[in-house]
């Protein structure tokens, strides 16, 4: 049988609780509860298994670089113990086999110079979960008694931004949430001078569609588009957007790898604490188990994960994948119709536009439109 193409990234998820209790969070707050029956760290053995199983798929494809991102719940709950063996195996299993890129998606709310002293060491670059300054945060980012997260997170922030520490600075990871002022939530964020901010929308459903969602109306394309209008007239780069940057990329003819936009297959899988081999988490909102495959690291390798039509079918791309309506659309090689799990009704599965089709058309088509023109511009005074 042809070996499906290769995974190259790794979501694991070294601790399955949080500290904090927010409310858009597709883990515990969603359809999805298989994390109840979950070892709440990863076990040692499963992380050896896990290592020699990424290298082993390295090996075969002849990879020269992976990817590996601790995730969570909070991933640093784990502790440093834990994680420190995990990163030692991974690099040890690795060794002349494929470079390995490791980050940790954290609240940074724990992070203390002990932490970022065994980052420093281990090359570990730190992607922290912020929703704006302390009004739009702690609307949705409260600790489990429903206190503030801001201080915290801002406190972990600021160690990360110590020149010992900066080029370990991932970016910004922001939930949009369109009761909050789209340009103040973005000065927000630029204050922690991030290298990268990252939007998500928040996850959702035809069965489950996101707040003020109204197919007439475009709310979330008004708030990303407040953004990007700020962003792209600034007089020098503050930030790095990756959202916008493909669907620039992808209006200029490039190729995008995002689960987001764009027609790309998807290359990575998740790992959970127990070693079971998961989908997106964001499938995780469409119903119980939806981004379970059946399949775990003990018993199975990433190739014979690859080949499992469920993984199959979720990871490909291509109009193929696609809504009829989709495949008619005229701005489906920028939109992909989204993010699959936006696409789920549960009398059609994921064979419908995204609940963010206006919006994301919209979206789209303004940006194509607007780089499009400053191409031309600048083509014709060269
Ligand atoms: S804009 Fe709507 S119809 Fe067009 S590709 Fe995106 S989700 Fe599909």
């Not at 909070?74 to 040890?92: F, K």
């Not at 204050?191 to 998500?200: G, M, R, S, T, Y």
Request: glycine fraction near 8%; proline fraction near 5%.
């Amino acid at each position: 049988m042809r070996d499906a193409d290769p995974f190259v990234e790794w979501v694991v998820k070294v601790a399955q609780p949080c500290n904090l209790a927010c409310d858009h969070c597709y883990v515990y707050e969603l359809r999805d509860a298989t994390w109840r029956h979950k070892p709440s760290v990863m076990a040692p053995t499963t992380a050896d298994r896990l290592a020699g199983r990424i290298a082993e798929h390295a090996r075969h494809h002849a990879l020269r670089r992976v990817r590996v991102t601790l995730h969570g719940g909070e991933p640093l709950l784990a502790g440093r113990t834990r994680i420190e063996r995990l990163l030692s195996v991974l690099r040890q299993e690795l060794r002349g086999t494929a470079d390995c890129d490791i980050s940790v998606q954290s609240n940074a709310t724990l992070l203390n110079p002990h932490w970022m002293e065994l980052f420093r060491r281990h090359g570990v670059s730190v992607g922290v979960s912020l929703d704006g300054g302390r009004e739009a945060n702690d609307r949705h980012r409260r600790a489990k008694n429903g206190r503030s997260s801001y201080d915290a997170v801002r406190r972990g922030l600021e160690l990360l931004r110590r020149p010992e520490n900066e080029a370990l600075f991932a970016g910004l990871l922001c939930t949009v949430d369109i009761a909050s002022p789209p340009v103040q939530v973005f000065e927000a964020l630029l204050a922690h001078e991030p290298p990268v901010v990252n939007f998500l929308l928040p996850h959702a459903t035809w069965e489950h569609p996101p707040p003020g969602h109204d197919p007439d109306r475009t709310p979330y394309a008004n708030w990303l588009l407040a953004v990007f209008e700020r962003w792209y007239t600034a007089p020098r780069q503050e930030t790095r957007i990756r959202l916008f940057e493909n669907i620039m990329d992808l209006a200029l003819g490039g190729d995008v790898r995002s689960e987001s936009v764009g027609l790309a297959d998807t290359d990575f899988l998740v790992v959970e604490s127990d070693g079971s081999i998961e989908l997106s988490d964001s499938l995780k909102a469409t119903r119980d188990g939806g981004a379970a495959t059946g399949l775990d690291i003990f018993a199975h390798d990433f190739d014979t994960a690859a080949r499992h039509p469920v993984v199959a079918d979720a990871r490909r791309g291509g109009l193929s994948s696609l809504a009829e309506e989709c495949r008619g659309c005229d701005v489906v090689r920028l939109c992909g119709g989204g993010l699959r799990a936006h696409r789920f009704h549960p009398d059609s599965g994921f064979a419908n536009p995204s609940v963010y089709c206006a919006d994301l058309r919209l979206l789209t088509t303004t940006i194509r439109d607007r780089v499009l023109a400053d191409v031309a511009l600048l083509r014709s005074v060269s």
